[in-house]
């Protein structure tokens, strides 16, 4: 018998997508910034031109996907060679009309990564039981802003410039590509290696059903050929047929914590830079926010044993909330460290129990495009809330504490409705028993 080929565990490998998609795609810009500064002379404005292109880049990539007939696997396999191909461009190139292209790019393909991992972990699990591990999943985008962190303070420290680091997370984004591969592997061999299996044993190689369970990762059925092959006229049925609709209270919701996230995500640094005077405790704050984020998804994957998504979400927004406020009446440097907390605590929390609710609300066949609303809503946001800010300073004089409210308010205010979400199959007195 031939060896059976040794596969990354699907958790860990949907940890790598998101670690390379969002650690270094969209994020790692943060730390690569000052060393940009030092040695390119990029200045503070064009470094925040080059953070807004990978901000629209993340809204063009979610709002594409609401077009696109592509497979999740698809998604997620053409959006991480992209971010390889985007950071590499980053050291490569000199030019900031040109970094400003990479930027952009690297948001769309951010944004694709995200939703096809999303869509095809969350479905795998959930097929196996295994929903808890979702956690493990969604850490990846903390551990990512870690090791894209640690990576520039040491490759600093080494003397690297700041267009041989791009290269090294260039590369370093290949081998978590590599890692993560098997997502999409697993969907092209599934019809060969059903076909492999003797017909005494399964019949996957002649049953569209079975073909169809083990690309999606779902386990074998055990029901009789007759049901099974029902089965796969309905899956045909239903990709024949229009998705379900989209669940707008959630892609709301979801919108207005992009608005509330992102000013303190924006503003907070800045009063961090003045309260903190040395660059390397500063710099040492990027990577503990990311193993913060890290470790808050899978104790909240354990918390929905007892509560509900719904209710998970509104806890984690107004725990930010108060993360927010914090350094906005109390101007010293133990507020900023319980702001990084629990800011940095709870942002992937949202992002996750927010988009298994959007599989749950629509099913699978509506999940990629639920969850692609959802990520251009919090994109939009994600634009918004800075221009707001930028207008009302320059016409009212608004300050930054003003800036740090406003994220509160947004997010205390967006907290309520998320307790009041029904999927569109339930009724008040009809929400089933122990669905989280």
Known sequence: MAPRPYRIPLPLAGLLALAVAMGIGRFAFTP????????????????SWLASANYLGYLLGALLVTHLSWSPATLLR???WMVVLMTAAMGLDSHWLGWLAWRLLAGVASAWVLIGTSALCIARLNATGQTERSGVVFAGVGCGIAFAGLACMGLTLAGTTASQAWLWLAAAALGGLMGASMLWR??????????AVPTSHATTASDPAATHAAASGEPPSDKPPAAQAAGARQIGDASAHAAPPLH?????CYGVYGFGYILPATFLPAQARMLVPDPWLFSLAWPVFGLAGAMSTVTASRLARRYTRPQIWAGAQVVMAVGVLAPAVWHALPAILLAACCVGSTFMVITMVGLQEAQAAVGQAGAKRQMAAMTASFALGQLIGPIFFS???AWFGASLEFALVLGTLGLLAGAVPILRLRRPDQTPAARPEGQR
Request: no cysteine; proline share 5%; glycine share 10%.
């Open 32 to 47: 690569v910034l000052p060393m940009m500064q030092a040695d390119l002379g990029l200045s503070l404005a064009q470094g």
């Open 78 to 80: 053409l959006g991480l």
């Open 186 to 195: 697993t969907v092209d061999d599934a019809s060969p290696a059903a076909a």
């Open 248 to 252: 707008w209270g959630l892609i709301l």
């Open 391 to 393: 207008l009302t300073h």
